[in-house]
T-cell receptor, first 111, second 113 residues
Framework: GQQVMQIPQYQHVQEGEDFTTYCNSS?????IQWYKQRPGGHPVFLIQ?????EVKKQKRLTFQFGEAKKNSSLHITATQTTDVGTYFC???????????FGTGTRLQVTL | DVKVTQSSRYLVKRTGEKVFLECVQD?????MFWYRQDPGLGLRLIYF???????EKGDIPEGYSVSREKKERFSLILESASTNQTSMYLC????????????FGPGTRLTVL
């Protein structure tokens, strides 16, 4: 079946440093979504990418969808303590309603 | 605001017990999902439903069943709980469109002793 892997599994940065998480799918995706889960919380939708090569920005967050639609990345510029949490990518194939979630990257930010 | 609620935040059960986890959404969403979340494994889909009385197996359905008698309610059933089913269980809902985001409930942390 479809697999979605994320790297790294965990990253610890100093506040102000940049952070990137990478997402790789074993199959071509129709779209990809990103979610953030704060410690003790539940996943919350951040964004969706649909087009090959698409780049979207949300303030300090930059999301990219690969040209082959099999990989994606999330880059955070100048991290803040409010960025702490686990970031998941989730891919969809075809017109299916179900998502396959990645393994997640846990981000820790210290002062 | 979309609201997805789950019947319990924490649950402790004994091996062999039948366990019911309930999920209710208030946004008239067609799709509902049950995931389990384990460290290092992300969210894994157990079952989902795209309509009342309809269900489809996800990636790890073994040991679980589901019930959807009403559109707003989706139940996960552990027929005979085992220790390897100790996990965080998350319910989610979304509208029918293939592009829709999923809205999650707060989760139920189940411990099976």
């Amino acid at each position: 079946g479809q697999q979605v892997m994320q790297i790294p599994q965990y990253q610890h940065v100093q506040e102000g440093e940049d952070f990137t998480t990478y997402c790789n799918s074993s199959t071509t995706l129709s779209n990809i979504q990103w979610y953030k889960q704060r410690p003790g919380g539940h996943p919350v939708f951040l964004i969706q990418l649909v087009k090959s090569g698409e780049v979207k920005k949300q303030k300090r967050l930059t999301f990219q969808f690969g040209e082959a639609k099999k990989n994606s990345s999330l880059h955070i510029t100048a991290t803040q303590t409010t960025d702490v949490g686990t970031y998941f990518c989730a891919g969809r194939t075809g017109t299916a309603s179900k998502l396959t979630f990645g393994t997640g990257t846990r981000l820790q930010v210290t002062l | 605001d979309v609201k997805v609620t789950q019947s319990s935040r924490y649950l402790v059960k004994r091996t062999g017990e039948k366990v019911f986890l309930e999920c209710v959404q208030d946004m008239d969403h067609e799709n509902m999902f049950w995931y389990r979340q384990d460290p290092g494994l992300g969210l894994r889909l157990i079952y989902f439903s795209y309509d009342v009385k309809m269900k489809e197996k996800g990636d790890i359905p073994e040991g679980y069943s589901v019930s959807r008698e009403k559109k707003e309610r989706f139940s996960l059933i552990l027929e005979s709980a085992s220790t390897n089913q100790t996990s965080m269980y998350l319910c989610a809902s979304s509208s029918l469109t293939g592009w829709a985001e999923q809205f999650f409930g707060p989760g139920t942390r189940l411990t099976v002793l």
